[in-house]
């Protein structure tokens, strides 16, 4: 298995311009999640999906925009990137069952910087 | 709601010396923790987890976390520290249903001087 793979590493991009981050996953896991990691704060929510067609909003949504068509791949869509975006973004699936087989896998991140 | 705090954001320790990396949270449910590690350039991997049972769980690297509900805690210890457990630990709580809305501190550095 790939795990959670996510493309690309590495991104700039101007003010203004749009973009998409890729994740994939090949665990047939129903969850799926956006975070992002700014230095000192943690990783915070963006977006989740707790299966095919059914998206929700974290605790930083604004400016985001996702989607979930099939149960492998969630992207997440950057409207018009704005300076304030500048973060390392991180992908990450779990399995929906018990409680304990619920752990999560990140993926290895996109860095993204907007100019 | 839910939250977590690591109050340091950075510990340094000398090679084969003991460490503890704090965490405490606060919930209004009962909770699963978790400790992450992220090593640098990569993404976050499970360290260890209290779903239930005994108060103390393991890692497979020697690492373990003692689970205190009355100081809702979660410290992270290790008797004896590598320059290889160099990275950045964050403590994270779920919730026991539904979504796993997880919440992450703001993590702690683990700097190991050799």
């Known amino acids: 298995n790939a795990g959670v793979t996510q493309t690309p590493k590495f991104q700039v991009l101007k003010t203004g311009q749009s973009m998409t981050l890729q994740c994939a996953q090949d665990?047939?896991?129903?969850?799926m999640s956006w975070y992002r990691q700014d230095p000192g704060m943690g990783l915070r929510l963006i977006h989740y999906?707790?299966?095919?067609?059914?998206?929700d909003q974290g605790e930083v949504p604004n400016g985001y925009n996702v989607s979930r068509s099939t149960t492998e791949d969630f992207p997440l869509r950057l409207l018009s990137a704005a300076p304030s975006q500048t973060s390392v973004y991180f992908c990450a699936s779990s399995h929906k069952g018990l409680a304990g087989d619920r752990e999560q896998y990140f993926g290895p991140g996109t860095r993204l910087t907007v100019t | 709601a839910q939250s977590v705090t690591q109050l340091d954001s950075q510990v340094p320790v000398f090679e084969e010396a003991p460490v503890e990396l704090r965490c405490n949270y606060s919930s209004s449910v009962s909770v699963y923790l978790f400790w992450y590690v992220q090593y640098p350039n990569q993404g976050l991997q499970l360290l260890l987890k209290y779903l239930s049972g005994s108060t103390l769980v393991e890692s497979i690297n020697g690492f373990e976390a003692e689970f205190n509900k009355s100081q809702t805690s979660f410290h992270l210890r290790k008797p004896s520290v590598h320059i290889s457990d160099t990275a950045e630990y964050f403590c994270?709580?779920?919730?026991?249903?539904?979504?796993?809305?997880?919440?992450f501190g703001t993590g702690t550095k683990l700097q190991v001087i050799p």
């Open positions: 994270a709580v779920r919730g026991p249903w539904g979504y796993q809305k997880v919440t």
């Open positions: 665990m047939n896991h129903e969850y």
């Open positions: 999906s707790v299966g095919a067609g059914i998206t």
